[in-house]
């Protein structure tokens, strides 16, 4: 019988300390190990290539996702511009169209000038993306659900597509988390982590990470991320791991009050819409219901009153509070459109359904009637 996600979460890479029983993994603050001879070391070098508790946390990470290996490194984006590190000049990518905008701006404005082109296409039209293939494309690289919209992207198509031409998929997985979505299960190459998101889950650390099924991809992943150096400290690394053994517990908690919150503000005249994959009339539920295990803890909206009463409503609620970042236990309200899609032109965000009406809100662990009172609040006030 093999462990189930709870047990994983705690014990996968996670063994009593073997120099001193410790059962917590420790911080192994130190930069360099004592060799016992001349080319003789104990499987750890210098920090940069190896540190325990960042290779607890790897081992983790890669349980939870169900497959071989993970990567830690210092940020969502240096995990990003690692799995990049694949491609060369030359390489052509192709990228679903609704993405986290620090990756637009890495793949707009850093790596075309470094001789990688990208091509972007709709994501929830997995022909479309088959279409941008060209002669030289290395890797498909999308998220699902997508941010802010919450689209779902079909997972397993989007692995056909890729495989039938001999390139890669990268998955961002940071919204579900592993809890929710499997991306290697389901045919991926490469799943990547913002851990500073849901896994880190208390908004106290910066992390990344990748998971890989494949040993080769995992030797060139470690040997680009030796060379470059985008690691985490093994302090970060710690809270992250901390973080993650309580993933299941949060996940089904943020699921429960962002249906509540969900439901609540559908019934109200002030919001337009409300995107959420649990609702059954949302474009991507049924695909949602196939291919993970929930819908999530974000909950986006549209206000009837446009840009004026979005703003209104961001600035007003006591307990969201207005900030960039999700997945934390506190609540955040954010407003994509001057927040998470600055790095967008105007015109691109409006391409991608991000108008100035659109309110992202990552719903978090306090009472869910507490969230619905605070909303109800901050919208009254912007009528008065
Ligand atoms: C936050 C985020 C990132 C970037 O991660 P950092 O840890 O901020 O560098 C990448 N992808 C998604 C979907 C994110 O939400």
Not at 166 to 187: K, M
């Amino acid at each position: 019988m093999s462990p189930k996600f709870e047990t994983l979460a705690i014990h996968a890479g996670q063994e009593p300390d073997p120099a001193t029983g410790a059962t917590v993994v420790p911080v192994y603050q130190t930069t360099t190990y004592t060799q016992d001879a001349v080319g003789a070391d104990r499987g750890f070098v210098y920090a940069r290539t190896g540190n325990p508790t960042r290779t607890a946390l790897e081992q983790c990470l890669a349980a939870l996702e169900g497959a071989r290996f993970g990567l830690a490194y210092a940020s969502g984006m240096a995990a990003i511009a690692g799995a990049m590190q694949l491609v060369r000049a030359g390489d052509h990518v192709v990228v679903a169209d609704d993405l986290y905008g620090g990756t637009w701006r890495l793949f707009t404005r850093i790596l075309p000038a470094y001789g990688v082109r990208f091509s972007y296409a709709d994501a929830t039209r997995p022909e479309q993306l088959a279409k941008a293939f060209e002669a030289t494309t290395r890797m498909l690289w999308i998220e699902s659900p997508t941010n802010p919209m919450l689209r779902i992207v079909d997972i397993a198509a989007c692995a056909s597509i890729a495989r039938s031409r001999g390139a890669w998929l990268a998955v961002d997985n940071t919204f579900a988390t592993p809890y929710l979505q499997n991306p290697i299960a389901l045919g991926a190459d490469v799943v990547v982590h913002s851990t500073t998101k849901y896994l880190g889950g208390h908004s106290d650390v910066l992390g990344g990470a990748l998971v890989v099924e494949d040993e080769e991809l995992h030797e060139r992943l470690r040997f680009a991320r030796t060379a470059t150096g985008g690691v985490p400290g093994p302090w970060d690394a710690w809270l992250v791991l901390r973080g993650t053994k309580t993933l299941a517990v949060r996940m089904r908690q943020h699921q429960h009050n962002a249906a509540r919150v969900a439901e609540f503000l559908r019934g109200r005249p002030e919001i337009a819409a409300v995107h959420w994959p649990g609702f059954p009339d949302h474009p991507g539920h049924a695909l949602a219901q196939r291919q993970m295990r929930g819908f999530g803890g974000m909950v986006t909206i549209e206000l009837a009153g446009g840009e004026a009463a979005a703003r209104r409503l961001c600035e007003a609620t006591r307990v969201f509070s207005l900030g960039e970042s999700l997945g934390g236990v506190e609540s955040l309200i954010g407003y994509p459109w001057k927040m998470s899609h600055a790095a967008f032109e105007p015109d691109e965000k409006r391409r991608r359904g991000v108008s100035e009406a659109i309110v992202r809100l990552s719903v978090g662990l306090e009472d869910a009637d507490d969230l619905c009172d605070d909303l109800a609040a901050a919208l009254a006030a912007g009528h008065r």
